[in-house]
């Protein structure tokens, strides 16, 4: 018996010395094998199916380790496990990538019987929700613990400060965003207690755990830790404050992860920064300051990413002693000044992204040739001269655009073998570049060259320009003349706008579009001089345009297949024939732009449940009415152009339920008759340009809607910059307005733009009082209706509006004083009315001259020629009045040049501000919206 027992140990032994090397001899304890086996069972569960879950997390496989636990085999040599080598004690748990699910560390875990564990990593696994009981922190010797898993959520329990031989403390959520509620958090009080007590640490990583809550001077018990932080990483975590600069000078710290911690303020150390730091990140900071020539003092730093922080200042030259910098990385920050040419030193630099600041001077000469480089991206600053030389093989990515160099085109470009990205865009590049060079870069995969408008591309006739590997391709405004001859198989995006390409559209070009484009899935042809049948848009594609050119004939049916359409502009062609029924079937149609063409019939009525439209632009053509009832299911519209077309309906009152529509326009159509509210309780509430002027409505002015446009109401005067409708760059919402009797197209739409005109009707009944609640207004039009009364005095509280209108009505009365309120007020027209007395003095009223008054014979005072009986002091109109009322000639004139609305904005900011240096400014700010005189 006895040597059975002993062969049958000795078979054991064996079966472990040869399949666990690392397996110590000492068999381990039995408690611990029973808290092991216990563990096991409670996740015996395992369901494959569940692993996409994890897909995209760095565990290349799963293994559930546990599986291989066999209760007959002695549990030191299980998988994941470690042992005291005397006591035989469990002392090492390593579960990462093992596919566990559920309560790893609830309160019920028989982890917590471990109670001699060293060492703890569940990273990878699943924690569903659960939270981490407060039995941790009865793993006194403990030394790491990591827990970096998914959906570990609830607070740190304090008890974690019990722990103070810690030196590796990893915990992240992988699965949840900065603001996700349910992530793990720690608070001040168990921060404080834990950095106190665990003078060990070494390394500390929190990725995404909330510590929102965390002050300042916690933070600072960073630096108790000087003699063991080697690194640290806070993600992600909310923290916020002024990080103690200390922290960054601490004597050991190797690694600095501080990203994404939008409102964590500091500045980097200006002094005594001789530490080993090799990695400095803070990404996505508030820090903040100059970048100091101290950092040339970090022999070891090998990344310094500061992208998207607020440093500004010179680069320090000092920076390029870093010799074994290899990222380096200060896109968008505010950084001035030349770019050193030390930086020849950095000759191992893989990746270097100075863009968006404001560096100028010219590209230093190393850029060309440093001969580790990779990346290199200078583009949006303000770079002089001209492109130098590159000499270095291993530039996969090139931008260099938003700057200002000029000069020919870099011939070599060509050599770059490796070239994957080349983006030369707004650079002022001249010179004639022949495209069929572009084959000698095999790699690339994408080119901008686009608005390089003195560049001239050559493109040869025939077909061995062979790009195989290009997907997007971007030559707006480069001069392009004729349509360019290339094969790229693999073409997604091609944009070739605002050029001067001539005729009709190849038949090789329709030939790849419709079948050997597969991926295709962007086409810009917009302004240019193309003739001739419409390119139809293939099945797959997003975004297509063909506008501003001179296309003609009918849509054809072709077009149905391209139902993945987001945005279709045909706009300003010279289209016919009727809309097809089809396209506004498409499920995720957005923007419809058909406007400028010669279109007829009626609108089509099968506009689907639950589409996607944002914009309908059907504005220029021909279309008969009435309007398509199912226009009522684009309940995402937000612009709805109609305009001069021949549409024959009453007011749509049924489109008052499309909470987010913000412009509708009806101008010149044959709707008529009263409008009257469907009665919803608030119509329109987002509506901020409503244009229903030259048609043939009837009755009194609709107060129930005046009443309800909310949003003309909330007036936002603190808004600096200045903000557009619609969030997408792909496509500018643009709307033809009438102001002082020009058509004007506002290419991009202001949503702090708001104006109602009503003119051209036959309105009758007076003008409401509320329609001064409406403080957002800049534009009112009511001229040419049949208005009586007189103006009411609240129409003073439109403190925004810029322009007004009430000519060719049957108004009366005084003109109210209070209109000297509207400090904003360039235009006025009050002529051919019945308005009576003296004209008020004051303010904008200063600057308006006779034709705002014609035709009212019983007005009198400056400007009119009729002076009034009490006023006998005939002053004439003099330059100093105007510059006492704050409203000189100069600005005027700027106002006028610039567009009207906004140049009178100006004229009174020079005037409350009192600098005129900011003119300038102000006035880039203002020509961001182009004004175009149409007629
Ligand atoms: C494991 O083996 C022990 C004896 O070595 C036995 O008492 C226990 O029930 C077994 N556990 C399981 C889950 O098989
Ligand atoms: C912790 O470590 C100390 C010193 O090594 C040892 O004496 C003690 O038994 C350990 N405690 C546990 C629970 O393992
Ligand atoms: C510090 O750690 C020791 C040892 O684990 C523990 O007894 C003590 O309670 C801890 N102190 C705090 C404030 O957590
Ligand atoms: C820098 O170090 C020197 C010498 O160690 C010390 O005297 C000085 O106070 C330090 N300066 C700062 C700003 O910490
Ligand atoms: C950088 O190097 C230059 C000379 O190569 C030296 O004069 C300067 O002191 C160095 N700066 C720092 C901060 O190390
Ligand atoms: C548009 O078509 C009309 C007639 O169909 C023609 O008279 C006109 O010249 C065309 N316009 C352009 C710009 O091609």
Not at 15 to 21: C, E, I, S, T
Not at 66 to 91: A, F, L, Q
Not at 224 to 241: A, C, D, E, K
Not at 810 to 838: C, D, H, R, W, Y
Request: hydrophobic share 40%; glycine share 8%; proline share 5%.
């Amino acid at each position: 018996m006895m040597g059975w027992v002993s062969m049958s140990s000795l078979i054991i032994f064996l079966y472990f010395l040869l399949h666990f090397p690392s397996y110590n001899c000492l068999l381990c304890n039995p408690h611990d094998k029973y808290a092991l086996s216990q563990f096991k069972n409670s996740f015996f569960v395992l369901n494959s199916s569940l692993h996409f879950h994890y897909k995209y997390g760095p565990c290349s496989s799963y293994s559930s380790r546990i599986e291989s636990w066999k209760n007959i085999t002695d549990c030191c040599g299980w998988d994941g496990i470690t042992c005291d080598t005397k006591s035989g004690h469990v002392i090492g748990l390593h579960l990462y990538c093992s596919d566990l699910r559920g309560e790893l560390l609830g309160l019920n875990s028989s982890i917590f019987k471990l109670r001699h564990l060293q060492q703890l990593s569940l990273t990878y696994n699943d924690f569903f929700g659960s939270s981490i009981h407060s039995s941790i922190g009865n793993f006194v010797n403990l030394t790491h613990l990591t827990l970096s898993a998914f959906r570990i959520s609830g607070h740190l329990p304090s008890t974690i400060s019990h722990l103070s031989k810690l030196e590796h403390l990893f915990i992240s959520r992988m699965d949840s965003l900065p603001d996700d509620p349910t992530r793990i958090r720690i608070d001040d009080y168990t921060w404080n207690r834990l950095i106190r007590n665990a003078t060990n640490l070494r390394n500390i990583y929190f990725g995404e755990v909330n510590m929102s809550s965390v002050g300042e001077s916690s933070l600072s018990l960073l630096t108790n830790l000087s003699s063991s932080l080697v690194s640290l990483l806070l993600r992600g975590t909310q923290i916020q404050g002024k990080l103690p600069t200390d922290i960054l000078r601490l004597p050991n710290l190797q690694k600095i992860f501080l990203t994404n911690n939008g409102n964590l303020r500091g500045e980097l150390p200006k002094s005594n920064w001789t530490t080993p730091l090799r990695v400095l990140s803070l990404y996505d900071t508030a820090f903040s300051g100059y970048i100091p020539d101290s950092i040339g003092y970090l022999k070891f730093l090998h990344t310094l990413d500061l992208y998207g922080c607020n440093f500004d200042g010179f680069l320090p030259p000092s920076l390029f002693n870093l010799t074994q910098l290899s990222l380096l990385d200060l896109l968008n920050n505010k950084l001035v000044g030349p770019i050193p040419t030390q930086i020849t030193k950095l000759s191992k630099l893989s990746i270097l992204d100075l863009s968006g600041n404001m560096l100028n001077g010219p590209i230093p000469r190393g850029c060309y040739s440093l001969p580790s480089l990779w990346y290199l991206n200078l583009g949006s600053n303000q770079l002089t001269g001209s492109i130098g030389k590159f000499s270095t093989n291993s530039l996969q990515t090139l931008r260099l655009s938003n700057n200002k160099l000029q000069g020919n085109f870099p011939n070599s470009i060509f050599q770059l073998q490796n070239l994957i990205n080349l983006d030369l865009s707004s650079i002022g590049l001249s010179g004639v570049v022949d495209f069929h060079q572009f084959s000698k870069l095999k790699a690339l995969n994408s080119l901008d060259l686009s608005h390089n408008s003195l560049l001239s591309l050559k493109f040869e006739n025939n077909f061995d320009c062979i790009l195989p590997n290009l997907r997007y391709l971007y030559l707006s405004s480069t001069n392009v003349s004729s349509f360019p001859k290339f094969i790229a198989p693999n073409l997604q995006d091609l944009d070739l706008s605002h050029n001067t390409i001539r005729g009709s559209i190849p038949k090789w070009f329709h030939e790849n579009l419709l079948r050997s484009w597969k991926n295709i899935g962007y086409i810009d042809l917009s302004f240019n001089k193309l003739r001739g049948d419409l390119p139809i848009p293939p099945n797959g594609i997003g975004f297509f345009s063909v506008s501003n050119n001179e296309l003609s004939g009918d849509i054809s049916s072709a077009l149905c297949n391209a139902s993945t359409l987001s945005i279709l502009n045909w706009a300003s062609n010279n289209l016919t024939g009727l809309i097809p029924q089809c396209l506004v079937a498409f499920p995720s149609l957005w923007v419809l732009d058909l406007q400028d063409n010669n279109l007829y019939g009626s609108i089509p009525d099968n506009f689907s449940k639950g589409n996607s439209f944002e914009t309908l632009k059907l504005n220029g053509n021909q279309l008969k009415g009435p309007l398509p009832r199912s226009l009522a299911h684009c309940t995402n519209l937000e612009v709805l152009d109609l305009g001069n077309n021949n549409i024959e309906d009453m007011f749509p009152y049924w489109l008052e339920i499309l909470t987010t529509l913000q412009v509708l326009s009806l101008r010149s159509n044959k709707f008529h008759g009263v409008i009257a509210s469907f009665g919803t309780k608030l119509p329109f509430p987002k509506l901020k340009i409503f244009d229903i002027s030259d048609n043939y409505f009837t009755g009194p002015l609709p107060v129930s809607y005046i009443h309800n446009f909310q949003g003309m109401m909330n007036a936002n005067d603190n808004q600096i910059g200045l903000k557009y409708l619609g969030q997408n760059s792909l496509y500018n919402d643009s709307i033809v307005i009438v102001m002082k009797g020009r058509y004007m197209e506002l290419t991009r739409i202001l949503t702090v733009f708001t104006s109602i005109d009503l003119s051209n009707n036959m309105f009758e009944g007076e003008i409401p009082k509320v329609i001064g609640e409406l403080h957002s207004l800049k534009g009112l039009n009511l001229s040419h209706n049949r208005i009586t009364g007189t103006i009411p005095i609240s129409l003073g509280n439109l403190s925004n509006l810029e322009w007004l209108d009430l000519s060719w009505n049957q108004l009366k009365g005084e003109i109210p004083l209070a209109l000297t309120n509207l400090n904003f007020l360039a235009v006025l027209n009050l002529s051919q009315n019945q308005f009576e007395g003296m004209l008020p003095k004051g303010g904008q009223f200063n600057t308006f001259e006779n034709d705002s008054y014609v035709g009212n014979p019983m007005l009198c005072g400056i400007p009119l020629s009729k002076s009034c009986k009490e006023n006998k002091e005939k002053s004439p109109y003099s330059t100093l009045d105007k510059e006492e009322s704050g409203f000189g000639w100069k600005s005027v004139v700027v106002g006028y040049a610039c567009g009207m609305i906004f140049g009178i904005i100006l004229g009174c900011n020079v005037f409350f501000i009192g600098k005129p240096q900011l003119l300038a400014r102000l006035v880039e700010r203002v020509l961001n919206v182009r004004l175009i005189r149409l007629t």
